[in-house]
């Protein structure tokens, strides 16, 4: 009952939702986490959006929310039970979602190991940014990863899936999937074996007769396909927001940052193509965010920003890099209703900025700083790491002094004016120079975040969250993971076991997996992905890192 209510009451504040009377195969698309972020999500939405074009392809929605102890877990357009759709699909932008995607298939009664299942059950799809960076931690679930930018995948993909119902009977499910392995960017996991080393890593991964040894990223032209929210709802993170892609990848480079090379070569979209989806897609809403890895970085912004603006329009930009902030676009940002700024410094000292690549200094942080407070920005939020490579007491001290001086220059007098430090742990990602890096364990990060937290307390106007410590290893672990670590995951939430017991029950040593330092010719998990840039790339960047040297920017 409480989820037939908050179905139709989401349904209710939705303008956009797509109904369909007349099709030939459902997809169920789930985003495993709430409403309000999957809505949010412009990867998620474009998906639903394609699907639904697809003449006889009606799309439908699940999120987290969507079941109870005795419907299981139901579709927020038609209200049917998820095992009864042929077609599952999710959209996974976090690794801590992996859980949720255990859960939901739990509650669906649908089986969670891709081995398990039969014609019975639904084909399991997955793609996202997760799976892209190393689909091996959810591979034993999913029939077929889309690794890479799914636009032009999914017509493919759905080319085939229509051309084995046609030949239903004629061809079987594992045939399928040895076909869709023929498709530039899609991984099926059950023709790729693992071979394991005694602590639980991977040694290598060898392919099947016939299927490729290495799956490459799929890249898609975005001439052909542009990317909006196709549904405003005042109930999404983004309240009533249009979201509006301007371009993929970033050409910086930072270090630990792994959408900054898995999006990778940079794309932007013509100025005068955005304002024409703004015109043709907004609607009545008077808002509109600007979506993309570095949005700041989008040539002629401040004219793209001014048009916006002089059509009426509020404008949202997720975040800002220190060095491309300047009072012009920042006013009209702050006529257009902005109140919060977000700028992510990273860190606090030089010698750490170039470890990292970050390729920014003290003077453009405190500039920054002083542009926010002379255009008005009320609220100024700053995202910092903690852990990271090379990284040492002096660093944390660093942050302090960098905040207290920050500080100084944005709140002065002003009262309604405050600062938001938002304190993250470094977590080493698959597909980045830092995935030979071993992460900080507990008791050093709980240290480095009582300096800062201390630091900070008798600051007036400036507010610290703190992220959680033991989420940020669990998100290493998986971020990290292979195949055993997928079924550490499955026996927690089946079994409901301790993580502990979880892992040593897998065969997954932790110690090694994530605390240790990694070798220049181990093999990872990910190296049966070519994601478009040269592993010896990443390990130079590595060496320089660790020289506190930098290296030219580019797409590497």
Same mark, same amino acid.
């Given at each position: 009952m409480?989820?037939?209510?908050?179905?139709?009451?989401?349904?209710?504040?939705e303008k956009g939702t797509i109904f369909k009377k007349n099709f030939r195969l459902r997809v169920a698309l789930g985003f495993p986490n709430n409403y309000e972020v999957g809505m949010?999500?412009?990867?998620?939405?474009?998906?639903?959006?394609?699907?639904?074009?697809?003449?006889?392809?009606?799309?439908?929605?699940f999120f987290l929310f969507n079941y109870s102890p005795t419907k299981g877990v139901?579709? #927020?357009?038609?209200?049917?039970?998820?095992?009864?759709? %042929? $077609?599952?699909? @999710?959209?996974?932008a976090f690794e801590l979602d992996y859980l949720n995607v255990l859960k939901l298939l739990k509650l669906a009664n649908i089986p969670s190991r891709s081995e398990d299942r039969d014609d019975r059950h639904p084909l399991l799809i997955a793609g996202g940014v997760a799976p892209t960076l190393n689909p091996e931690t959810t591979a034993p679930f999913f029939d077929a990863i889309f690794i890479g930018e799914a636009e032009e995948m999914i017509f493919e993909f759905i080319d085939e899936y229509l051309n084995f119902l046609n030949k239903s009977g004629k061809i079987s499910r594992d045939e399928l999937l040895f076909n869709l392995t023929r498709i530039k960017g899609i991984y099926v996991p059950r023709f790729y074996e693992p071979i394991y080393k005694e602590n639980g890593w991977v040694e290598k991964i060898n392919p099947k007769k016939g299927v490729p040894p290495i799956v490459e990223k799929r890249k898609a032209?975005?001439? #052909?396909?542009?990317?909006?929210?196709?549904?405003?709802? %005042? $109930?999404?993170? @983004?309240?009533?927001?249009?979201?509006?892609?301007?371009?993929?990848?970033?050409?910086?480079?930072?270090?630990?940052?792994?959408?900054?090379?898995?999006?990778?070569?940079?794309?932007?979209?013509?100025?005068?193509?955005?304002?024409k989806q703004v015109e043709n897609f907004s609607g009545d809403s008077t808002s509109v965010g600007l979506v993309g890895s570095l949005v700041s970085d989008f040539p002629h912004l401040d004219e793209l920003c001014l048009s916006l603006y002089e059509k009426g329009k509020k404008i949202g930009i997720s975040s800002f890099r220190v060095d491309q902030i300047n009072?012009?676009?920042?006013?009209?940002?702050?006529?257009?209703?902005?109140?919060?700024?977000?700028?992510?410094?990273?860190v606090g000292s030089e010698r750490m900025w170039r470890v990292i690549k970050k390729n920014i200094n003290k003077k453009d942080v405190l500039e920054s700083a002083r542009i926010?407070?002379?255009s008005g920005i009320l609220n100024l939020k700053l995202y910092f790491m903690i852990g990271l490579p090379f990284e040492n007491d002096k660093d944390i001290d660093a942050i302090v002094s960098l905040i207290a001086e920050i500080q100084n220059i944005f709140l002065k007098q002003e009262k309604r004016k405050r600062i938001v430090i938002s304190l993250n742990p470094f977590v080493p990602k698959a597909q980045t120079p830092f995935q030979w890096a071993p992460m900080d364990k507990e008791e050093n990060l709980q240290y480095k975040m009582k300096i800062i937290a201390d630091g900070i307390k008798k600051m007036k106007g400036v507010f610290i969250e703190k992220k959680s410590i033991r989420e940020a290893?669990?998100?290493?672990?998986?971020?990290?993971?292979?195949?055993?670590?997928?079924?550490?995951?499955?026996?927690r939430v089946e079994e409901n076991l301790k993580f502990s017991k979880a892992w040593e029950k897998a065969g997954v040593d932790i110690?090694?997996?994530?605390?240790?330092?990694?070798?220049?010719?181990?093999?990872?998990?990910?190296?049966?992905?070519?994601?478009?840039?040269?592993?010896?790339?990443?390990?130079?960047?590595?060496?320089?890192?660790?020289k506190e040297s930098l290296s030219k920017l580019g797409d590497g």
């Open positions: 409480k989820f037939e209510q908050e179905r139709k009451k989401i349904l209710s504040k949010a999500n412009l990867g998620f939405l474009t998906v639903y959006r394609l699907l639904n074009q697809i003449e006889g392809i009606f799309c439908e929605r139901r579709t #927020l357009e038609s209200d049917l039970p998820l095992n009864s759709f %042929p $077609l599952v699909a @999710f959209s996974i032209g975005l001439d #052909l396909v542009p990317t909006y929210s196709p549904i405003l709802t %005042p $109930l999404s993170h @983004f309240k009533d927001f249009l979201l509006v892609e301007v371009g993929r990848g970033c050409g910086r480079g930072c270090r630990f940052c792994a959408a900054g090379f898995i999006y990778r070569p940079t794309r932007y979209y013509e100025k005068e193509k955005i304002l009072k012009k676009l920042l006013e009209i940002l702050v006529k257009s209703g902005l109140e919060s700024l977000t700028i992510a410094p990273e926010a407070a002379q290893i669990l998100q290493g672990i998986l971020s990290m993971g292979n195949q055993r670590v997928g079924e550490g995951i499955l026996h110690d090694y997996l994530i605390f240790t330092r990694k070798d220049y010719d181990t093999f990872f998990p990910w190296d049966l992905i070519d994601a478009g840039v040269d592993k010896n790339y990443f390990w130079k960047e590595f060496v320089r890192a660790e």
